[in-house]
């Protein structure tokens, strides 16, 4: 079960997902937005295809998964696992992701930064969802304990 | 190849982020302080504590960043390969000073340590369409 210590990072902070190419490159991309299946272990990040589109054609040939979430506490887990699905994004989980963005956006507005330019990048919302199996969750708050997988 | 439209995306305002792949084709993705311009053909990351990067590129020397502007909000991606690291000198003592400054700031002082400014050449870079 992923662990509950890890769900406000999870549903709340900034993500990245990455993948590898069979040759051993890698891409990523940003996520706005996530549901979790905690009892099954997925999670399902929403990203937006026109500027993922090497992450999307890499992903679906190795389905593999490093997707990183991080707090400006710094607070910040690393998920990794294999792909389950890439699939359009229904009305329910974009009006998620539109929440998770106005909320985002609040944030860095209080912050200081232009809501003109927040918007730019957070503004449009995704369009596709990844679904993916996790196999295994790394800590990376900075500090000593960056790197400690934990069990669940 | 890097031009004075992508420097101040390099000035470590926003974090930037990173993936590296191990030689097993398993990925990784983290965020560091600051991509640091060397000059119009590399960068610098720093090497504080992201083991796990360090181990990836030392394997395969392939790496792929995104900087963002944060005066236009522009974000650009960058494909890198790692070239080799820096544990003195002039880049290093720069990269480490503001390092410090980072820490400072987001109150992580003690805890930001630099060990290394890793050098890694440019392969391309590109402006995302937002």
């Known amino acids: ?152 | 190849m890097i031009n004075e439209e992508h420097t101040p995306a390099m000035q470590g305002m926003f974090p930037s982020t990173i993936t590296t792949c191990s030689k097993d084709g398993e990925p990784n993705t983290s965020v560091i302080s600051q991509v640091w311009y060397v000059d119009e053909n590399h960068v610098a990351l720093s090497n504080q504590f992201f083991n796990k990067t360090k181990k990836n590129v030392s394997e395969n020397p392939y790496a792929f960043a995104t900087i963002t502007n944060p005066q236009t909000f522009d974000m650009y991606e960058m494909e890198l390969m790692f070239d080799h690291t820096e544990v003195e000198g002039d880049l290093f003592d720069e990269m480490e000073m503001k390092l410090e400054a980072i820490a400072s700031m987001s109150g992580m002082s003690g805890i930001f340590k630099l060990i290394g400014s890793d050098v890694y050449k440019v392969k391309s870079i590109n402006k995302l369409n937002l």
């Open chain 1, 1 to 152: 079960m992923i662990p509950e210590l890890t769900m406000n990072v999870l549903t709340t902070g900034f993500g990245h997902v990455g993948t590898a190419t069979i040759d051993k490159k890698s891409y990523h991309t940003d996520t706005m937005g996530v549901t979790v299946d905690q009892q099954n272990d997925t999670i399902s990040c929403f990203v937006k295809s026109s500027i993922a589109e090497e992450f999307l054609k890499n992903v679906n040939e190795t389905k593999k998964i490093s997707f990183y979430l991080g707090l400006e506490t710094h607070e910040a887990y690393n998920f990794k696992g294999t792909l389950i699905e890439t699939y359009d994004l229904g009305s329910e989980e974009l009006s998620q992701s539109e929440n998770f963005r106005k909320s985002f956006i609040d944030k860095m507005k209080s912050m200081g930064l232009p809501e003109d330019g927040i918007k730019k990048i957070f503004g449009n919302p995704p369009d596709k969802g990844l679904k993916f199996k996790v196999e295994k969750i790394f800590k990376q708050t900075p500090g000593p304990e960056a790197g400690q997988e934990l069990s669940f």
